[in-house]
């Protein structure tokens, strides 16, 4: 049956591959849109990610990385005496002006890390190292800031909050999900460009003893500090990414272009599989009057159904690994995980499986004695 | 009535389809027309039955209830020992897939499928292995002398070679009825011929009763029995003159 499910398949190339760029199409929508969505969202919680800590606390009720609120950066001890807590050191984050060549000014969020741990520095860096901002006036930019910041060379020297700043490193794809550039610098000339006051800062990042389990040791941190939160690392991140998917509707938005493409795929396999159905009735009357049962005759729409989804599936995310390998960028990441990949050629085989019920409903009233009237 | 007398009481008891009495109508909302109205008859092993008769006389009715396609509104049909009116529509199709062959007006070839691919389908329906399958096609392609066109596709066969395919193919679940419509009706004289002796010699050959739905006259020859149907009745049956030579220039023709 698969035999001649196949070779019936083939014979009408035309529609085959109409239909193949229907499963395509969904593929390719459902991937290329869910992996730029993750990897656009994926950007709200890239601090997060990255910041070498397991626990991230803040003030109370935090919701996002990039707006956080002021705490006390004398609570740090509190923190430490925490069971369980083998490092917490302050971490500030705040947004200032950097002067431009061109005379103009640019929003940086400023990133001010402890000078003696580094944690919550930049990674990646191309250029420099990660504890070049030790020296005299040392920040580390991303050189896929290029644009905004006018092409920043090492060494080259700039103001930020009128406090001049020198390029020290280079990093590669630090890009958060708002449009400021990270600069990254001690905490101390963090707070000189902010003109904060030292004695305030935005986190405290925790690194855990071995052994230690983030979650209680978080109930810990609230409990000695109950103005602040504390959350393990992931979900810090989450909430950070939930902020933008639930206040913005960003979720909605991707998700609902995303079910239309969906929709649109669904459409044009279940025309197709009905058209070839249609151009091959007496085809299927004849099996009917030779003797094929109901089962056999969907059994043939379903493995054709199978195997355009099979195949569909297949050139699909060769198309996605393409696309992704050449238009992934840091600014507009495609990230596509092993799941959403599985997930996407599910509903496509489900969606060409019920596009499949479509003909047979035409095929279950087909009158084989249509074969003996032709 | 005129019915189908050339069966005695005990041909009838061991023939290979028998009918009695059976009526058909179709019925398009409140209008009934009535297609067959009481046919008797009977067809023994072996044989091979031509129905002729003018377009609307009920001939290709008559075939779909013998082949199990369609369901007789009264009357008794016996096709190979089974009491057709009582099997559901599954049994139905087990009859038609296991023991009945069909050869169509218009071939009805699988248009994807090779020459030898065709002659399998009723195998594969019946869940045979396909190297079995594909040899038993390849014996049933030299039977018809197509054995150089095994992998040949419909649309690159003539019309003669795809109705001796179709021949092919109804015979490859060597059922014990075989059932045609019209099958020169798509063929030149030539081809007609040619398929017709191909048919004739092989139900024979195998003792498998043949009912053959034909307006075709010049292939009247090859029939044991011809049974005229007019107006949903056996009017007469016939013998074919023995004297009389298969028409040399016979053509297909469907009123």
Request: overall charge positive.
């Amino acid at each position: 049956m698969w035999s001649l499910a196949l070779k019936t398949l083939i014979a009408d190339r035309g529609k085959l591959l109409t239909a193949l760029v229907g499963v395509v199409f969904s593929i390719v929508l459902v991937n290329i849109q869910g992996g730029l969505f993750l990897g656009l969202i994926g950007k709200a919680g890239l601090l997060v990610d990255h910041g070498q800590a397991d626990i991230w606390v803040g003030h109370r009720k935090m919701h996002n990385i990039d707006f956080p609120r002021d705490i006390p950066r004398r609570w740090v001890y509190r923190v430490r005496e925490v069971p369980g807590v083998r490092r917490a050191e302050s971490y500030m984050i705040g947004f200032a002006d950097m002067t431009l060549p061109s005379g103009g000014f640019e929003n940086v969020a400023v990133i001010g890390v402890d000078r003696s741990s580094l944690l919550g520095n930049a990674w990646n860096l191309t250029k420099g190292s990660p504890s070049s901002i030790l020296q005299n006036d040392g920040i580390i930019v991303d050189e896929c800031e290029g644009e905004k910041l006018e092409y920043l060379e090492m060494g080259e020297l700039r103001e930020i909050g009128n406090r001049r700043a020198r390029v020290v490193g280079m990093s590669h794809g630090i890009m958060g999900f708002l449009v400021t550039p990270y600069i990254f610098t001690t905490y101390e000339r963090a707070a000189l460009y902010l003109r904060k006051s030292p004695s305030l800062c935005s986190y405290f990042l925790v690194q855990l003893q071995p052994g230690a389990d983030a979650e209680r040791v978080c109930a810990a941190i609230r409990q000695r500090v109950p103005e602040l939160d504390a959350y393990p690392r992931d979900q810090y991140s989450w909430i950070s990414v939930s902020f933008w998917m639930t206040r913005t509707g960003l979720g909605i938005s991707f998700g609902a272009a995303t079910l239309l493409g969906l929709l649109v795929g669904m459409v044009m396999v279940a025309e197709t599989l009905y058209a070839m159905v249609l151009d091959r009735l007496g085809e299927f009357g004849t099996l009917k009057a030779i003797g094929a049962t109901e089962t056999q005759v969907y059994s043939i729409l379903l493995v054709q159904a199978l195997i355009m989804a099979t195949v569909g599936s297949i050139i699909g995310l060769m198309t996605v690994a393409g696309i992704q390998h050449f238009f992934s960028t840091p600014r507009a990441p495609i990230m596509v995980p092993w799941w959403l990949s599985l997930s996407s050629c599910v509903l496509v085989l489900v969606i060409c499986l019920i596009a499949a019920l479509l003909p047979y409903l035409r095929i279950r009233k087909l009158d084989p004695m249509m074969v003996l009237q032709s | 009535m005129i019915a189908d007398k050339e069966f005695n009481a005990m041909d009838r008891e061991h023939a290979a389809v028998r009918v009695e009495r059976i009526h058909k109508a179709y019925h398009n909302g409140t209008t009934s027309t009535p297609v067959l109205t009481g046919v008797d008859l009977a067809v023994r092993q072996g044989e091979c039955v031509f129905l002729a008769g003018p377009s609307g006389s009920g001939k290709t009715t008559l075939l779909s209830i013998l082949g199990c396609i369609l369901s007789a509104d009264q009357g008794e049909v016996r096709i190979l020992d089974q009491d057709v009116i009582t099997l559901n529509e599954r049994r139905r199709a087990a009859l038609r897939r296991n023991r009945i062959g069909f050869v169509f007006q218009r071939f009805h070839l699988i248009r994807g499928l090779t020459a030898a691919e065709n002659i399998c389908v009723p195998l594969t329906l019946r869940k045979v292995s396909p190297r079995t399958a594909r040899q038993r096609a390849e014996v049933l392609l030299e039977a018809v002398g197509l054995a150089d066109k095994a992998n040949s596709h419909p649309g690159n066969l003539s019309a003669g070679q795809c109705q001796r395919v179709a021949l092919a193919r109804a015979l490859a679940g060597d059922p014990d009825l075989i059932l045609a419509d019209e099958p020169t009706a798509s063929l030149d004289g030539t081809n007609g011929q040619e398929v017709m002796t191909l048919l004739r010699q092989l139900t024979t050959e195998q003792g498998k009763a043949a009912i053959v739905v034909t307006h075709d006259h010049r292939i009247f020859s090859f029939a044991d029995r011809i049974l005229h149907l007019e107006n949903g009745r056996i009017v007469r049956t016939t013998k074919p003159d023995p004297q009389a030579p298969p028409s040399e220039s016979a053509t297909g023709s469907k009123g």
